[in-house]
């Protein structure tokens, strides 16, 4: 059952234009949305967080937003960096009696230049 | 070193044999988790410390897979008898929150690789 769905493995855009990457959730219970980075032979690393009472984050070329009604969220990075090809995890977090973080399957972004 | 630390960052095993792999998490982390990613998937929750006590151990595949953790420190999970299936990268984070926005800081992770 995945509960946090990427639905694009992977997504190509041209240096200095708009990345959107989007994520699908599945439970309710929700109350924190996250984005994490990867590069290759690295753990991911945060990059920016959401939570579910607010519908948009930003955080210099980073902006999260968030459709609750739809269970969806976006990751809008612009402009878009060389620097920026990497594997983009979605990830939610729910409290259990601790925040279970529970991941997407990720997308890869290259940044063409 | 600042960062969570993971030892070996490879390992290569043959099916069968028994496997330990090593996470340091940062100093006054309480909150430690270990998760797994296999070719081509997502972040696969293992198991989840709180101090020395693992509340969740939910995602653990199968009965081969044990993790412990001393001192409110070092975590040690094992997989005993390794199949092929269990070839992924192992990857341990932790966390000072206990609610709210639960940033997780990654270690590098260990490749597992199981001939």
């Known amino acids: 059952d995945q509960q946090v769905k990427q639905n694009s493995p992977s997504l190509s855009v041209q240096e200095g234009r708009i990345s959107i990457l989007n994520c699908d959730y599945t439970?309710?219970?929700?109350?924190?949305f996250l984005w994490y980075k990867k590069y290759p032979a690295e753990g991911p690393t945060f990059l920016i967080s959401?939570?579910?009472?607010?519908d948009k984050n930003e955080d210099g070329r980073f902006t999260v937003f968030l459709n609750k009604s739809a269970k969806h969220l976006s990751l809008h990075i612009v402009p878009s960096q060389p620097g920026d090809s990497a594997v983009y995890f979605c990830?939610?977090?729910?409290?259990?009696?601790?925040?279970?973080?529970?991941f997407g399957t990720g997308t890869k972004l290259q940044v063409i230049p | 070193g600042a960062g969570v630390s993971q030892s070996p960052s490879n390992k290569v095993t043959e099916k069968g044999k028994d496997v330990e792999l090593r996470c340091d998490p940062i100093?006054?982390?309480?909150?430690l988790y270990w998760y797994r990613q296999s070719l081509g998937q997502g972040l696969e929750f293992l198991i989840y410390?709180?101090?020395?006590?693992?509340?969740?151990k939910s995602g653990l595949p199968s009965d081969r897979f044990s993790a412990e953790r001393t001192g409110g420190s070092v975590s040690t999970l094992t997989i005993q008898r390794t199949q092929q299936e269990d070839s992924a990268v192992y990857l341990c984070?932790?966390?000072?929150?206990?609610?709210?926005?639960?940033?997780?800081?990654f270690g590098s992770g260990t490749q597992l690789s199981v001939l």
């Open positions: 984070a932790s966390s000072l929150a206990l609610t709210g926005a639960a940033e997780l800081f």
């Open positions: 439970n309710s219970m929700f109350d924190y």
């Open positions: 959401i939570s579910s009472i607010k």
């Open positions: 990830a939610a977090s729910a409290y259990r009696g601790y925040q279970k973080v529970t």
């Open positions: 100093s006054g982390h309480t909150a």
């Open positions: 410390f709180q101090g020395n006590s693992a509340p969740d």
